[in-house]
């Protein structure tokens, strides 16, 4: 391996960090949010290099883009990590056992984490600092397309971590090749844990790929079903907030489910969306109720593909069923299971609805865009997981951490 | 896919075991438990057939044998299942956030669990009724070596579930042939987790192959660092009760590390082995204190080969160091990451010692041989994790489940 001297080093800077303390890692934080501000005509130069090589009309653009107004909303970012309780040493369960031995299960660091992700050098910032808080060292392996930017940020915190006497190799990031990819993929015994970040392409290929820990990010298929019983209001603003708000995010809605009773209800429910020009794709009974009552140029006929499609567009699907249980057995079978959503005003419903879907999210009457850490309020969000191991929807630092057992006596042994 | 729709018959069993209550769970258990005593004639018929192809010089012959004694051991271990608390429908986390929306994080199923294992068919049961606990519907791959009592024991508990009136794809044990493990290894979408047990060829072959989320098991390179204010009465009963309770488990003791200023107190700490006729791997230091105070038939010069290797036998390596550092490099560069013990009446350095070894179990003046789910309190278990992802160390119940958020308001939307 090309790389195995690389993910020596970074291991070696990991163990180091289990000696830094909190306060000494919020500083180091808020040194690399001041410098973010002294080098920013340096990083946004880089920023520039990269962006020339880039179409202006390729949808990654804006991406891959800095500016003085988002380093200073990184910058904010990272102090606020700073202020956020470590998540390193908690006390998750502890016990005296009959024989005097005492048990403790306390959360410490993964060690080394590893993240892929495409171009958008923003997430650099944001993994250094959260991995950091968190006791982690890390490895980037970010998008060609940014590879300017993303030298001139780790190049920036290197220097602050060596002014604080800290082992730089604490983060590391990868050259652009692919056999880098391949190598982090099959790092076993150095990198505790991989984070894919991006399109379902890059996080299918790590999937098939990957020999060490993987935590699946990303794809949302989301759907919100509008019950037989649902508040009009309600179903209103939650379908155009999860549906227009942002189109790009995986939390965005896909397909509106709608009690066949509340039919004429759907051009209600519907009306916002003319004025994001979202096009619908309905089925037929749903075409009917639209046709007269949706603009002609962004009501299409529903087929096989409109629905198990994460559009990330101003696009939606439309599904009429007959019950709960169709409902239910629609979203089973095309869901990612990353946010599902019912609009009812029966509780009775919104329980089996929330008991019977698996996703990470279920929301009641409650719009699919709050899937974000920041908006569970867990101060920060590394990605949003899609697996259910270990992590299920927005990661943050405690989803960042592993836990080891301490166990405590006086020579205590097993008959 | 050959087995793909087994896979699609478990994934609905699984589904059905949402709305099942503990109680009903427990009344099955308590029913499989019953019925082992009625069919043991029937099941150690089968057991039989499996150990006439067998050589009784295997040394796995023991562990696919079963007797009545064992039989009855085995429900009763299902009995005490019944017992545990469900670990479904735990409330992990809850808090209303500022729009009023109330956030509820709640301990769920994982779904299907997957577990390939070897010529035990005490594991087939443990693994059914562990999974089905925790509401989890579970696929068995189990060795070609135990077909015959795995079949039977399949057919037994699937008798219980009918008589239930529950799925009884439940339980699901898969053709002993490679193919099937392969598309195990593959059954993305189907199976939500992997657990292997047995030894380290089938966790690799396990990590080397599967796209689906794994928790590995097992291998256990343990150490026990005698240190400079070691006692030597708790050293002397930790050594041996590590290393000669039982040699074929995980956490039995592989190599003592000790301070070269308690080298003359090696022949005392070394004493009972004798009396198991344990071999010891001796270095340069050791050797020359024990050469004159241990068998010499029993005592051989420790080569690199020596250090690093999972005996699984009456077998044990001597490393003599200078300080804590040496120690913590030893255990750094040839531990498994399982469980780990210090020896020594110095607070501080065993603070340093919890600290910074990087193991699943940190003991101080304990035995490794505790590394257990029951000796931790946790009720059972169905595996002892060496990674970090998900869970770490002994995993009972808790350990195989998952969780999802659930969001409740009245129309909010996101800004």
New interface residues.
């Given amino acids: 391996m090309k790389l195995e001297n690389t993910f020596i080093a970074v291991q070696s800077a990991s ?1 180091k960090l ?2 830094l303390s909190n306060d000494r890692i919020n500083e180091v934080l808020n040194a690399v949010a001041a410098e973010i501000s002294i080098e920013t005509p340096y990083i946004l130069r880089e920023n520039e290099r990269d962006l020339e090589r880039m179409e202006l009309t390729n949808p990654k653009y804006d991406r891959l883009r800095l500016t003085t107004e988002r380093l200073e909303a990184i910058a904010a970012d990272i102090r606020n990590v700073a202020t956020l309780p470590s998540p390193l040493g908690r006390v998750l369960m502890q ?1 005296e ?1 009959p024989n005097g ?1 005492k ?1 403790t299960k306390v959360s ?1 660091a ?2 080394v984490i590893g993240i892929i992700y495409e171009a958008r050098p923003n997430v650099s910032f944001d993994v250094f600092s959260l991995c950091f808080k968190s006791g982690n060292a890390c490895i980037l392996k970010g998008g060609s397309d940014a590879e300017f930017s993303n030298l001139a940020i780790v190049r920036m915190i290197h220097r602050v971590l060596e002014r604080f006497n800290i082992d730089k190799h604490t983060v590391e990031l990868l050259p652009t090749n692919r056999e880098a990819t391949t190598e982090l993929l099959h790092a ?1 015994g150095y990198v ?2 991989l984070i894919p970040r991006g399109s379902s392409n890059l996080i299918n290929f790590v ?2 790929n990957a ?1 060490i ?3 699946e990010t990303g794809a949302g298929i989301c759907h919100t079903y509008f019950d037989k019983e649902g ?1 009009i ?2 179903g209103t ?2 379908i ?3 549906k227009t ?1 942002r189109v790009s995010v995986c939390n965005a809605l896909d397909c509106l489910i709608v009690h066949k009773d509340r039919l004429s209800d759907l051009p209600k429910l519907c009306k916002p969306l003319h004025n994001s020009n979202v096009v619908i794709y309905a089925d037929a009974d749903a075409y009917e109720m639209l046709k007269n009552n949706y603009p002609a140029e962004l009501l299409e006929k529903a087929t096989e593909d409109s629905f198990g499609t994460e559009f990330l567009d101003y696009k939606m699907s439309i599904k009429t069923i007959n019950d709960l249980d169709e409902a239910l057995n629609h979203i ?1 079978k095309y869901s990612s299971k990353h946010s599902e959503c019912i609009v009812t005003e029966n509780q009775d419903t ?1 329980n089996t609805f ?3 879907v ?10 699919t ?2 899937t974000d850490g920041a ?3 867990l101060g920060a969000e590394i990605g949003i997981s899609t ?4 992590a ?2 927005p990661m943050a630092l405690e989803e960042i951490t ?13 008959s």
């Fill in positions: 163990r289990r000696t016990r056992q031995m048990l410490v993964f060690g076993v505790d844990l999937r098939e020999t820990p993987v935590i508040d209001e309600k603003k939650i155009n907030n999860a708000r089973q919104a929330c008991q019977l698996d996703a990470a999210c279920v929301y009641v009457n409650v719009s865009a709050f908006q569970f309020g697996q259910k191991l270990h299920r929807g592993s836990y080891k057992w301490i166990i405590e006596g006086d020579g205590q042994t097993r």
